[in-house]
């Protein structure tokens, strides 16, 4: 398992996303997972993404509502899948921890090889463009 995944579990009800860390108290020591791989693109302010002074909030919660477009898609495609964890580098992985950047972007390998499936967002030349387009949602 990742050392942190972002848990969807409640992100029909609540709109947010919790950073846990693995292994997560009560659950599996493995749990399926989904991978995001995207463009982080040229235009990257803004982007939400965890670093040593977030890390605290980010693991209280994220409003997917303020993630670029391909998390957000990537978060649709999960919740419809039933996949409750979502792995994407940018919240992940500890942006301006050396330490933590080098041993977890070390594991990226294992991260995307056991992951029960990756989502590639290779359409999107940016992370803020989405890869789902408009969704028509059924009420």
Same mark, same amino acid.
């Given at each position: ?10 992100? !029909?009800?609540?709109?947010? /996303?919790? =950073?846990?860390?693995?292994?997560? &108290? ?8 989904? %991978? ?32 670029? !477009?391909?998390?957000?898609? /990537?978060? =649709?495609?999960?919740?419809?899948? &039933? ?8 919240? %992940? ?47």
């Amino acid at each position: 398992m990742p050392t942190r995944l972002l848990d969807l579990k409640t992100s !029909k009800q609540d709109g947010r /996303a919790v =950073l846990v860390n693995f292994p997560v &108290s009560g659950t599996s020591p493995t749990a399926p997972y989904a %991978c995001l791989s995207y463009c982080w693109g040229t235009n990257v302010d803004g982007i939400i993404k965890t670093t040593k002074a977030s890390l605290a909030n980010h693991q209280l919660g994220i409003a997917i509502s303020l993630l670029p !477009k391909n998390f957000q898609d /990537a978060t =649709l495609i999960c919740t419809g899948l &039933s996949i409750r964890y979502l792995w994407v580098d940018a919240l %992940c992985i500890i942006q301006d921890d050396k330490d933590d950047w080098n041993y977890e972007s070390g594991q990226m390998c294992r991260v995307y090889s056991n992951s029960y499936i990756t989502i590639a967002a290779h359409s999107a030349d940016s992370c803020h463009q989405g890869f789902l387009g408009t969704q028509i949602r059924s009420q």
